[in-house]
């Protein structure tokens, strides 16, 4: 059943017509979604005598009605009926009752019987179908009742809102759709192809692209989550066409009649592949980047994945991978949008430790990446490498760059901050980091040592002068009790009373050697002594 406009006279003249729809050649043929009848006269792959009633027009098609039904057209031919069945619920307009034929084998039946259940018709069907807002789907062989309404939540110049609610079995969930759409002009190249003059699209002006995108209950983006086989839609989902994107893809695609493949070569659907990537850089783009919930994460739902059919990798997935890494997308600390190849990405723990002043110094040329920007891999990986460090892999050359700024800047809090991000580590691996062979302890006079190289006095104890240019000291600052024991296990040596004492004699002994080819007899017997 539905509710729409009741059947007029050149409604069933062109489902009685091969070649011919009333949609297809009526004023408004930019508007509606079927051509030829195709949608109709599927219907007899698995019927004998459908029967419609509709605007005060009850009738069929009944191949058993006729004597040698191969020598008949019975599929166009109708058959008027006086009585009203089926019958016309009040709440509807027309009614079509589409009895299964008994030829059909077990095999097709199971198959038609699967995809008219309530659990394998998408929650999305009615995304795109602007005269359709219900649809209840009553399957009697799984006793089961599923209800998916479309609703309008906001409409404004470049965008929709629309909500999907879908309730079964006494539960209910709702789905939140982004919806662009964009109206082109039909090139006369494309028109003047013969499988579009096949088609019957040569005498549209005008077609409409559409894509949507998920959104969470926040509102945010979100990649959809749905089967790789449901995200291209030619007004209902193609299950068969996977597209590659995180978003669903709309446009009057040509397909095989079953609905299950695409016309990969057809001038019209490379034609419409293209504007719907036109569409995303010229309006769905501009768009993320003026909301202040969408434009930290887009480049992240837009960036295609892997996969898809040859004709949307070809059209939308190569030229989109292109657009995203030579366009200014990604968002910055100062709020603009860079290309990602003026980024320097910076590791998420030492975001915070770096100032505007640092970046800058490090980095005049480039932009810094707003703290709360996400993007994918492959457009990180067209931004400069900024400071970062591993306990396998150490510190990078722009993380030892970052260290002598920091050091000449004698920034204590900067130090003390990294090494709390040291002490995270388990002891097991700082006993074995390729850390412990970088210079990343900072000494009293602001000078980077590795590890080993350093030294801290112990409680009570007072470096003498004597020693000072001979060992380096952590600076005073950073030797608080959990600090101490991280670089402790990084090899810092605590010096105690006794080591000062031996490395006073060392150093005595070093100075006498020193002293000695020029000390008179008696002066060397007294040193003896």
């Not at 539960?171 to 002009?185: A, C, R, Y």
């Not at 209950?217 to 590659?244: I, R, W, Y």
């Not at 810094?368 to 150490?394: A, R, W, Y």
């Amino acid at each position: 059943y539905n509710d729409g406009r009741p059947f007029d006279y050149d409604d069933i003249e062109s489902l009685c017509n091969v070649g011919h729809s009333s949609k297809a050649h009526s004023e408004k043929g930019e508007e509606y979604i079927g051509y030829l009848g195709v949608g109709f006269k599927s219907v007899f792959l698995i019927s004998d005598n459908p029967r419609i009633n509709s605007g005060g027009y009850q009738f069929k098609f009944d191949k058993e009605h006729w004597d040698d039904p191969s020598q008949i057209p019975w599929q166009i031919t109708p058959l008027w009926m006086n009585h009203s069945i089926p019958q016309i619920p009040k709440q509807y307009s027309t009614a079509f009752d589409i009895p299964i034929s008994d030829a059909i084998t077990s095999e097709t039946f199971d198959k038609l019987v699967q995809e008219l259940s309530a659990e394998h018709i998408s929650d999305t069907t009615v995304l795109f179908l602007k005269n359709l807002e219900t649809v209840n789907i009553h399957d009697r062989i799984n006793n089961v009742s599923k209800t998916i309404e479309k609703e309008l939540l906001e409409s404004n110049s470049e965008y929709e809102i629309i909500r999907i609610t879908v309730e079964q079995d006494g539960e209910k969930k709702t789905n939140k759709w982004l919806v662009f759409d964009n109206i082109v002009s039909v090139p006369e190249q494309v028109k003047d192809d013969p499988m579009t003059q096949r088609w019957e699209r040569d005498n549209l002006d005008t077609r409409e692209v559409r894509v949507a995108f998920k959104l969470d209950e926040n509102g945010l983006l979100q990649k959809h989550d749905g089967t790789a086989h449901m995200g291209v839609f030619s007004f209902l989902p193609l299950k068969e066409v996977p597209s590659g994107l995180n978003f669903l893809v709309q446009a009057d695609f040509l397909t095989a009649p079953g609905r299950e493949t695409i016309h990969r070569d057809a001038p019209w659907n490379r034609w419409l592949a293209r504007e719907v990537s036109q569409l995303i850089q010229d309006h769905v783009v501009p768009t993320f980047k003026q909301d202040e919930k969408w434009k930290q994460n887009f480049t992240k739902v837009l960036y295609p994945k892997e996969g898809g059919h040859s004709l949307f990798n070809e059209e939308i997935q190569q030229p989109l991978q292109e657009y995203l890494k030579d366009s200014p997308v990604i968002l910055t600390t100062d709020g603009d949008f860079v290309k990602p190849s003026d980024c320097v990405t910076i590791q998420d723990s030492l975001k915070e430790l770096i100032s505007a002043s640092d970046f800058s110094e490090l980095y005049p040329d480039k932009a810094n990446i707003h703290s709360d920007c996400e993007t994918v891999f492959q457009l990180k990986n067209e931004m400069s490498d900024g400071p970062s460090f591993s306990s396998s892999k150490g510190l990078s050359n722009s993380m030892e760059a970052l260290l002598e700024l920091k050091s000449s800047n004698e920034n204590i809090s900067f130090f003390r901050s990294l090494y709390q991000l040291f002490g995270e580590w388990a002891d097991s691996t700082l006993a074995g980091t390729r850390i412990r062979r970088e210079p990343v302890v900072l000494t009293e006079e602001c000078e980077l040592k590795q590890p080993k190289e350093v030294s801290y006095p112990a409680d009570g104890v007072t470096i003498p002068e004597q020693l000072r240019g001979s060992i380096s000291i952590l600076h005073p600052d950073l030797r608080t009790t959990g600090i101490l024991n991280t670089l402790t296990s990084l090899g810092v040596d605590e010096i105690t009373q006794e080591d000062i004492e031996h490395k006073l004699q060392a150093s005595n002994s070093l100075n006498l050697g020193r002293q000695w080819p020029n000390l008179d007899e008696e002066a060397k017997i007294d040193k003896t002594r």
